[in-house]
């Protein structure tokens, strides 16, 4: 008899190690199997090979007739589970389909695929080819700094032929689902079959089909999807490629709550892999740890479509100037006749809202004076019920004013705006165009996944969204550019919010001046003269990056700390704060070297029926930050790495 270890994908196995399983057959670690689990079955993997225990085991109820799981994968989740804390039940369901049916292993059909076809793709430009010679001349983590429109998509096609031409995979990640039709179709135009996408939007059997086919090929595969396909099951891989890695969506936000770029950083080493990071706007703290670790950064500063159009044109509108919103609450006067001429010409708008900052503005709409917290720097949040402002990272609470401390004028405000409400302003302004809103709120069938070749064609005259529409999209017909309020994420109260208005700015302005046609930009602000939202139309991340770096190590944020966000639930708001001043008081007796912040309410104080309060844990030593995960009580919920203290 033949004794195993175990990992298996189940929600209900909360233990932190494999479990032990007999057999008569002799396996080798990466078998697939399913095994009895509570008294049902269940799907895992052999991760190693034991001598038989002093315990009663079961049975291995059945191996599945395919290949053995990359020895890479299993390494990739010993790693996991080590770095990101969490249950092997949960660690495993990162890396095995819920289930493998006997027709799906029939459906998978090996045959040879061809060769890319590379006679249609534009010539790389003299910045692109040398971006691409350094990244073949080591296998290294690339930190690849480029602007928007300036090609990075072409660059990292040429690396992929190249990983194919030397049998090797490649993973081509992208932040969100709706991107994966654009850059899927970019790839198969030149790999065809080789083409893998694989995301959470498939029916079960697709996925499924999916990872088999990854599982089984025999030649190299390129696998294109958001952060889960980080794990497909690539026998030989030589190309990872984390596109807009700037973005939030690269952090798994349930258990376990890894960082995508540090998964692949694990991954590009188990594998020597060349590990490249794109991005228009680098994460700060990646690209301080680029600097500092004396990483290559590769920056491409030219558009990649050289035309002989007018650059943009951008005007900044000031929102404290009423006169100019006399036919909309929420479009100018400028803006207005903007999209008229724009629709006359036959090209698009994009009218994006920043739906990111939620709470409940307080500021002056005279001054554009906003509450900030005197410890923190960050935003004040309004709490109607009690009236008062309150920083939800250290808990200050002050009263809000009934005029502005500043100015004195009384016109102070606590409102918001959306989507629906800008859709239907401008459906009345302009009744004869075709216009279409894209957000979290739509449903399948309207989401911008599925309506993406309808947009790029130029059907749609008037685009309404969030940053599902102001990110990665090349879009020929779009002209004007709307940014109806550039402040809101500056509202919201984290450390990272100047960051994602940057960030964001970036990004939507980019959509515009590709080289298409002529292109034009609106933004709308109450400050106009705020330094994050000039960087931005600057397009200076150089004079960003310094400024913020420096609040960075005024408020000890990341990167000169690392983060752990304790969140504790109770059924009432008292409790709660009490359980977390109990555990502060346990934490700062604990001898660990951290400091500790809060506690205070969460920003979404109130979910599901339970108050949550959280405390912000602060080391210089992550590895401090793990020993205090392994000091919690029941019941507290843990983030490491938080992308943001909300």
Known sequence: ???????????????????????????????????????????????????????????????????????SSIKLLDWLI???????????????????????????????????????????????QAAFEKILANTDTYLLHGRTGSGKTRLYIELAIEAVKNNKSAIILTPEISLTSQLGNNFKAVFGERVIILHSRQTPKERRLA??????????????GPRSALFAPLKDLGLIVIDEFHESAYKQTSAPEYQTLRVASSLSKLTRSSLVLGSATPLITEYYVAEHKQKPILKLNKLAQTTDIKPLNISIIDRKDHSL???????????????????????????????????????????????????????????????EMRCHSCNFKAIS???????????????????????SDVTKLFPGAKIARFDTDNNKSESFEQNYEIARSGEIDILVGTQLIAKGLDLPRLSLVGVLLADTSLYIPDYTADERTFQLLNQVLGRVGRGHVSGEAFIQTYHPDHPIINYAVANDYD???????????????????YLLKLTIKRASSVSAERSALTLKDSLLKSGFKILVEGPAPAFYEKMNGKY??????????????????????AGISYDIDPVDLL
């Open 1 to 71: 008899m033949f004794y195993y270890y175990v990992w298996v994908r189940s929600q209900r196995y909360h233990g932190k190690e494999p479990l032990t399983y007999v057999s008569d057959q002799r396996l080798k670690p990466g078998a697939i199997v399913i095994v009895e689990l509570q008294k049902t079955h269940v799907i895992g993997f052999i991760s190693a090979i034991t001598t038989q225990p002093r315990f009663q085991v079961k049975p291995l109820s059945k191996v599945l007739d395919l290949p053995l799981l990359p020895v």
């Open 82 to 128: 080590s770095y990101y804390p969490s249950p092997l039940g949960l660690v495993t369901q990162q890396l095995l389909p819920a289930e493998i049916k006997e027709k799906d292993q029939e459906a998978i059909n090996i045959t040879p695929l061809p060769v890319p076809v590379t006679t249609k793709l534009p010539k790389l430009n003299n910045e692109q």
């Open 211 to 224: 990872w088999l086919s990854a599982l089984c090929s025999k030649e190299p595969l390129i696998i294109i």
């Open 325 to 387: 919103f006399n036919r909309s609450s929420y479009i100018s006067q400028p803006l207005i006749e903007a999209i008229g001429k724009t629709l006359s010409k036959g090209n698009q708008t994009l009218l994006y809202l920043n739906r990111r900052g939620t709470a409940r503005l307080v500021m002056c709409e005279n001054c554009g004076w906003q509450a900030t917290c005197p410890h923190c720097g960050l935003p004040l949040t309004y709490h109607g019920d009690t009236h």
């Open 401 to 423: 004013p009934i005029s502005c401390p500043d100015c004195s004028s009384p016109n102070i405000t606590f409102k918001t705006a959306g989507t629906k409400a800008i859709a």
């Open 543 to 561: 004079g960003f990056y310094s400024s913020e770096l420096s609040n960075r190590e005024k408020f000890m944020f990341p990167p000169f700390c």
């Open 612 to 633: 949550e309060w959280q405390l912000i844990i602060k080391s210089k030593d992550r590895n401090q930050l793990l020993e205090v995960i392994k000091s919690l009580p």
